[in-house]
């Protein structure tokens, strides 16, 4: 499981979490991590000072030994037995056990480190994390800091959003995709350019007076539902569907199915009485 290291700003909050006081689940509370994350942070610095802790970590990155071990010989062999279609896990088996992980061997690839092309691994470096080029949005609030209410579903009105778009060459129409967390009521509705996904979103909050939350990216699974509900659209529109011909009423079929979740009913159905208990 991977693990996201503690940022400079989560460092001066725990330093001033701690003047004030609070318990280590407090803090963790606060700042969504586990509270043995925040126990192990402190442990290293018992007089927690965040500027210090940040330092150290930063020289401890730049000390990595991971970088010192590949040394020339190294990495003719380890460029010798990739080409020989050896994976990674295969080399550091047969000869570098104990010495390096072979996730090391693939950081060094992607790196440039040792000068082969992707292609010389079996996926050809498709497991590879994806890099975003359609530049960044300036997240405000990450999903972690949902209310209990919302994560658990106990409250209704809370939506969570997507696009799903057209087949690659197809148009660049896309559908933006929201769904109702209590009812799993859906919608799909067709916009002509996907370009940079939500990058309103401020004027959006301003607009309506909630706040927004923002799933870490390729962390889709942290929005569940309307992930599950985008796999039920494509049953219905496969990959390769161009969503400029789709009428808009044809987006609406997931709807009328009955589901497990919801003791059988369907989500039209729970979302009509949802709405008309706010009468």
Same mark, same amino acid.
């Given at each position: 499981m991977s693990y996201i290291h503690l940022t400079t700003t989560e460092r001066v909050k725990i330093e001033t979490y701690l003047e004030l006081g609070m318990s280590i689940r407090s803090i963790a509370r606060r700042l969504g991590r586990q509270p043995s994350t925040v126990s192990r942070e402190i442990r290293r610095d018992p007089d927690y000072v965040a500027e210090r802790v940040q330092k150290r970590y930063e020289k401890a990155r730049t000390n990595c030994g991971a970088k010192t071990k590949l040394e020339d010989t190294m990495? @003719?062999?380890?460029?010798?037995?990739?080409?020989?279609?050896w994976s990674p896990e295969q080399i550091v088996g047969r000869l570098y056990t104990g010495k390096i992980a072979f996730s090391t061997i693939y950081r060094w690839i992607y790196a440039g480190r040792i000068d082969?092309?992707? #292609?010389?691994?079996?996926?050809?470096?498709?497991r590879q994390k994806p890099t975003e080029t359609r530049g960044r949005i300036n997240i405000g609030l990450s999903i972690s800091q949902r209310p209990p209410e919302v994560r658990g579903?106990?409250? *209704?009105?809370?939506?969570?959003?997507?696009?799903?778009?057209?087949?690659?060459?197809?148009?660049?129409?896309?559908?933006?995709?929201f769904i109702e967390r209590k009812s799993r009521f859906y919608l799909a509705l067709p916009i002509a350019d996907r370009g940079k996904e939500f990058s309103g979103h401020e004027r959006?909050?301003?607009?309506?007076g909630v706040p927004m939350y923002f799933a870490d990216p390729?962390?889709?699974? @942290?929005?569940?539902?309307? $992930?599950?509900?985008?796999?039920?659209? @494509?049953? *219905? *529109?496969?990959k390769g #569907?161009? *969503?400029?011909?789709?009428?808009?009423? $044809?987006?609406?079929?997931?709807?009328?199915?009955?589901?497990?979740?919801?003791n059988w009913k369907t989500a039209h159905e729970v979302f009509t009485e949802e709405v008309l208990r706010l009468i």
């Open positions: 990495r @003719r062999t380890i460029v010798e037995k990739l080409r020989a279609t082969v092309p992707v #292609t010389v691994l079996r996926q050809k470096g498709k579903r106990r409250t *209704f009105g809370h939506w969570e959003l997507d696009t799903v778009v057209s087949g690659r060459g197809k148009s660049k129409a896309c559908v933006a995709t959006i909050q301003a607009s309506l390729y962390a889709s699974w @942290r929005r569940g539902s309307n $992930e599950n509900a985008n796999g039920l659209l @494509r049953e *219905f *529109f496969p #569907t161009d *969503f400029a011909q789709v009428a808009h009423d $044809e987006l609406a079929k997931i709807n009328g199915r009955p589901r497990k979740c919801l």
